[in-house]
């Protein structure tokens, strides 16, 4: 005890009522058993088990037996770290003495006893022995220190904490540098992973379009040669282009054979990275809505998974039976309540912006299944057919031909699903299901009028309900169906807006945000000053008064007074 107290003496001082450890020495730690009075007369008959002052728990201690330290010494659990006793006792205006980067460690070390508030200040003493009672409140996380009084969680010994503390100053703030670090890695994982998945989507998407295209301008050769079974001459850069539709003889197989299937297999090895970075770990921020169903986060990121697994078995098995026979007029009609029904499912049980991306993910994985579980073996078989100096089965080729066209009517309702979470207006609609419904099928629609003039068939008519379609869109997401009723009400003073929003909003949108999840403002979106926040009052009004979707799932808990509050208020500055 005399040597803890010495010690304790020689690196603390006392300002204003303060105790305050200026750095730990080297070997401070002096580990002992727990002792209450009731222990004394068994500790009496175990003097050989007891570690003395001298016996130090030093990072060299080593054990006869084993390497690194004596496990008797030093082992977490058996002692105390007497660094850790020394308690910081704030009283009145003494607290500016405490470092800041000590004052943060210290709130992040959890909760403190009445002696630490500072209506209960506490005269200064020095480190003593605490008694045998365990604390039923958690101390410090990842630590072996936790005590029911409250430690400055930055002061730790050099075997035993941060590597800082062992060269006598305070550690930077680790957490929050790690907390960066992991921000950054995110970002740019975030970048790359959307870059990358742009690239192979555009490669892939142009692709699709361009082989749709070059089937159905393929005409006959005019005179008539040899295996040749249609051909089209192209023009482009400045060249002539000459490109044929051939039989190949049996066991003649041209080499070499360029394959169109690695621009699917990059877009979904991308983007499902991306839907797991950007979804699944960020604790459900963007993946659930408290205002739309009480779904938990680990129980989203099931249904997510199981809908692209569940879905294709669906699907395909759907499109093999025979209700896929005879044009699949009846497998296209169920394919479409199918999907009618997940969109509305989803978008009832997932965030509106989740359930839009994964309508998109969904559709994205069918088609990718489509290509390497469907055309891409069929494409083999013909290979194989041809090596073995057999005719190819022409049904392959028509049943590849078939999901090579699925995929490309369903490329701009996926092409949209990617871009949708730049539209709150869509995906945070009160029907958000039925604007997506309506979507598809504009997409869908536009994508089959293409195909029709392509193959000289032109099918204009379907222009009508496609147009009919968007038009419902333009006026559910118009001011004139979500016009909010007039409000009425005493005038709002700005310092009642400024306070709602530095409670509810800074958070994220601020030059230095405090969200455990956002290290960056959002789309660069900033309410740290007046004239920022009068800059934005119409977004503000979007967000928070029509669509009601920021903040971010409600994680700051905004109240239907305070959103009351700010259209009030919005609505006088419209004045």
Not at 42 to 67: A, V
Not at 497 to 520: A, E, L, N, Q, W
Request: glycine share 8%.
């Amino acid at each position: 005890m005399r040597a803890r107290l010495t010690a304790a003496r020689r690196h603390g001082t006392r300002s204003g009522g303060d105790t305050l450890l200026r750095g730990p020495s080297r070997h401070l730690c002096q580990r002992r058993p727990r002792r209450d009075r009731r222990d004394r007369t068994r500790d009496r008959t175990n003097r050989d088990h007891r570690l003395h002052g001298r016996e130090r728990c030093r990072p060299g201690d080593q054990s006869p037996h084993r390497r690194g330290p004596d496990p008797r010494r030093c082992r977490p659990g058996r002692g105390r770290c007497a660094l850790r006793r020394a308690r910081v006792r704030r009283a009145g205006s003494a607290a500016h003495s405490i470092p800041a980067g000590v004052r943060d460690a210290d709130r992040r070390a959890g909760p403190v006893d009445e002696d630490r508030q500072p209506g209960h200040a506490q005269p200064a003493q020095p480190a003593r022995r605490q008694g045998h009672r365990r604390s039923r409140r958690p101390g410090p996380a990842g630590g072996h220190h936790g005590r029911r009084r409250g430690c400055v969680a930055a002061l730790r010994c050099p075997h035993h904490g941060h590597p800082a503390a062992a060269r006598g100053h305070f550690p930077p703030d680790a957490g929050r540098r790690e907390r960066s670090v992991e921000a950054l890695i995110r970002e740019w994982l975030n970048i790359g992973l959307r870059w990358v998945h742009l690239i192979a989507g555009i490669g892939w998407i142009g692709t699709s379009l361009y082989f749709m295209w070059l089937d159905a301008s393929l005409t006959k050769p005019d005179p008539p040669r040899s295996r040749v079974e249609s051909e089209a001459w192209l023009l482009h850069s400045g060249g002539f282009y000459l490109v044929e539709r051939r039989q190949v003889p049996p066991g003649q197989l041209p080499s070499p054979i360029h394959w169109f299937k690695w621009e699917a297999a990059m877009t979904w090895l991308t983007g499902f990275p991306l839907l797991v970075l950007i979804y699944y770990t960020t604790r459900g921020v963007y993946l659930v809505d408290p205002a739309v169903s009480s779904v938990t986060p680990g129980t989203a990121v099931l249904v997510g998974i199981g809908l692209l697994v569940i879905s294709w078995a669906v699907y395909d098995l759907l499109w093999t039976s025979p209700l896929a026979r005879e044009g699949g007029r009846a497998a296209a009609v169920l394919s479409w309540i199918l999907l009618v029904a997940v969109v509305y499912a989803l978008t009832h049980v997932l965030s509106g912006r989740a359930a839009y991306v994964h309508v998109g993910a969904m559709l994205g994985t069918i088609m990718v299944a489509n290509v390497w579980m469907r055309i891409v073996p069929a494409q083999r078989e013909i290979i194989a057919a041809a090596e073995a100096g057999r005719t190819p089965d022409r049904t392959l080729s028509t049943r590849a031909k078939q999901r090579s066209t699925h995929n490309s009517y369903v490329t701009f309702p996926v092409i949209f699903t990617m871009l949708s979470n730049h539209y709150p207006g869509t995906y945070g609609h009160p029907l958000n299901w039925l604007i997506l419904v309506l979507l598809i099928g504009v997409g869908a629609g536009v994508r089959h009028v293409m195909i029709a003039r392509e193959k000289g068939r032109p099918a204009d008519w379907w222009l009508v309900p496609v147009t009919a379609a968007l038009a419902a869109v333009i006026y559910l997401t118009s001011p004139a169906w979500l016009a909010a009723p007039a409000r009425g009400g005493d005038p709002v003073a700005f310092a009642a807006v400024k306070d709602v929003i530095d409670r509810r909003c800074v958070s994220c949108h601020s030059r230095t945000p405090t969200d455990d999840i956002f290290r960056i403002a959002p789309n660069g979106v900033t309410f740290d000053t007046p004239e920022s926040i009068r800059a934005r009052v119409e977004t503000i009004r979007d967000r928070t008064v029509v669509l009601k979707n920021m903040p971010l799932g409600n994680k700051t808990g905004m109240t239907d007074a305070e959103r009351s509050l700010l259209a009030r208020w919005l609505d006088e500055e419209a004045r």
